[in-house]
C-alpha cells in the first residue's frame, strides 16, 4: 500500500521570501505521478504542480517547482516570491500510472502555509 | 465548461436520518471519485465510479454508506442513518477517462456535512 507523509503541519513565511513543503511517499510502485494540491479556506481542492515519476525533470509552474528525489521517496514544493496569496493548505498526493482500473489519490495529512505580509 | 457541481454545499442532519450528496461531473467525464476530509485531516478515497458501475469501492465503510453514478444524472453519496462520526467534507472529483495514462481530477467545491 501507498503511504504519503508530510511531516510539517505548519508552516509561515514572510511575504515575497522563499518557502519549501517537504512530502515522503512510500510504494514499491516504479511508474506513478506526484502532485501538489493546495486548498484555501473556500476549500476548493486546486491542482498546484504534477509531477511524472519517469521523469527526471523537475516541474515547474510559474512560482511553483518541485524537488523530486525518486530514490529518496522525496518531492518537495518550494514556493518562491511568496505571496498572500498563497496562505492555504498544501497537500502532497501519490497516484499509480496503470491503465486499469482506478486512478485515486493517495493524501498526505497537509501542510498549513501562512503568508505574513 | 461549468466545474464539478457538488450540492448542497453545506448539508445539516440529525442523527439517524439519511444524507444525500451530489455531484455532477464536468461534461465529458463518465469517471467519479468521492473522498472524504475529517477535521484536521487530508482527503482518503472512497469510491470510484464509472456510469452505471462501481470500480473501487475499498474506501467505503462497510455499513451505511453507498454510493452510484446512474446512465442519467449526477452521482450520489448516500449515508443512511448517521452519527457524528460522519461529519465531513465530502469532496467529488471527476475526470474524462481512465486509460493507459492517467489524468487530472478536477474536484468539485465539496459538501460539509455536520451530524447533530
Redesign the interface.
Known sequence: AQTVTQSQPEMSVQEAETVTLSCTYDTSENNYYLFWYKQPPSRQMILVIRQEAYKQQNATENRFSVNFQKAAKSFSLKISDSQLGDTAMYFCAFMKHYGGATNKLIFGTGTLLAVQP | NAGVMQNPRHLVRRRGQEARLRCSPMKGHSHV?W?RQLPE?????MV?LQKENI??ES?MPKERFSAEFPKEGPSILRIQQVVRGDSA?Y?C?S?PY????????F?G??T?LTVV
Open positions: 471519485y473522498y485531516e487530508g482527503l482518503k478515497f470510484y470500480i473501487d474506501g467534507a469532496f472529483a475526470s481512465t486509460g493507459v495514462q492517467n489524468t487530472e481530477a474536484f467545491q465539496g460539509r
